[in-house]
């Protein structure tokens, strides 16, 4: 977040909003929306899609950084078979992370392929024809090959629903009770309640049973933000979803907590002691939301955890930490150790002052946002 700048404290209010300022002037007026655009490596239809195209994309790897994974256009396509469902850790456990699972079509094949859409929900799927960029991998559980759906684009002009566009369907909830906002309501959060630490790591050890429901809530009742979001990518998911169940959509997540970066530290550290202890795992979802840390972020810590003579090892969605003390460090380990740590901080760190903007930011900023990626739909 370098500027090139100094800036005296009491004249941050003033230079926040001066940004976002300048920020809905230029939404205004060259209509740029905050929205990265995607290239398709090939043109395919669904008749394309299965083993010799699977094998042919194989000698393309490994694919990384500097040679991505080849990213198919199906056009004029559809979705039939529509589902979405929580991901389950290797115990069964349902993880609070969501997926559709869906079959596409075209006119090219009688048959459906099998297909998947990460960290979206059904009601996102757009109802008729569309155009889809996908990545064709194999579901080793399943034993066969799938789609990743990356973007789906409407064909039509405007989809089956009323796209709003008055201001008024977002509502800020921000620092407003939840036993209050719960009458109105429907947030989804992950959030761990307030107990003894021996409780808080009991919980986040235990089953996390997830329950659907949204076929409970009838139209009047608004979408509800309860995370803070680190992201305007994050924002958009949630508006996107408003807008296919033509509901309004509240931001209601409470002011963050700010503890040291240190402090989260510690606490990564006393929940491996933990689970080395007792033997037991815990899913990525659960340490996330624990630590409230982003994957990124999460992972940096665990990252730096061997350092300390931890052993961490994934086991499908979660880690299992064991401890093996090992001989006295030498320097250059305990130096590496301190970078990895540093760096561990200022991640978290990073993060912290985005979700303070996120809990900050004037609800104008956010109707220009949300009403450009509302545009984007029709």
Not at 233 to 247: G, H, S, T
């Amino acid at each position: 977040f370098a500027a090139g700048l100094s800036l005296s404290v009491e004249n941050i209010p003033l230079f926040t909003e001066a940004i976002n300022q300048q920020l809905r002037r230029q939404l205004a007026h060259t209509g740029m929306l905050m929205t990265p655009v995607i290239e398709a490596d090939v043109v395919v239809t669904v008749a394309d899609l299965g083993r010799e195209l699977f094998r042919e994309l194989k000698l393309l790897e490994p694919c990384g950084m500097g040679n991505p994974i080849p990213k198919l256009l199906i056009q004029n396509c559809w979705f039939e078979a529509v589902s979405n469902r929580n991901t389950k850790d290797f115990k069964g456990r349902k993880v609070q992370y969501i997926k559709t699972e869906l079959e596409i079509w075209d006119d090219t094949t009688n048959n459906g392929f099998p297909g998947i859409w990460w960290g979206h929900y059904r009601d996102e799927v757009p109802k008729g024809r569309c155009h889809a960029i996908v990545e064709l991998d194999y579901n080793n559980y399943k034993k066969g090959a799938e789609v990743r759906i990356v973007a789906l684009q409407s064909t039509q002009a405007e989809f089956s629903f009323n796209v709003p566009t008055e201001l008024d369907w977002i509502l800020d909830w921000r620092g407003v009770e939840e036993e209050e906002m719960g009458r109105w309501g429907d947030g989804e959060t992950g959030r761990w309640e307030d107990k003894e630490e021996k409780e808080e790591l009991n919980v986040l050890i235990s089953n996390s049973q997830t329950t659907n429901n949204q076929q409970q809530i009838t139209n009047n009742q608004p979408i509800t933000i309860l995370e803070c979001p680190t992201s305007w990518d994050e924002l958009q998911v949630w508006c996107r979803r408003a807008i296919a169940a033509e509901r309004k959509l509240a931001i209601a997540y409470s002011p963050p907590k700010l503890l040291p970066p240190r402090d989260i530290w510690e606490q990564l550290v006393g929940i491996a002691k933990f689970l080395s202890r007792t033997k037991q795992a815990a899913t990525l979802t659960q340490l996330k939301e624990k630590l409230e840390l982003s994957d990124r972020t999460l992972q940096s810590g665990l990252n730096a955890l061997p350092l300390l003579g931890f052993q961490v090892q994934r086991v499908d969605w979660g880690v299992q930490i064991h401890w093996q003390p090992g001989e006295s460090s030498s320097e250059a380990t305990n130096s590496t150790t301190n970078e990895l740590i540093q760096e561990f901080l200022a991640g978290v760190e990073e993060e912290q002052f985005r979700r303070q903007y996120f809990y900050q930011v004037p609800l104008s900023t956010v109707q220009t946002i949300v009403t450009q990626t509302a545009q984007t739909l029709r």
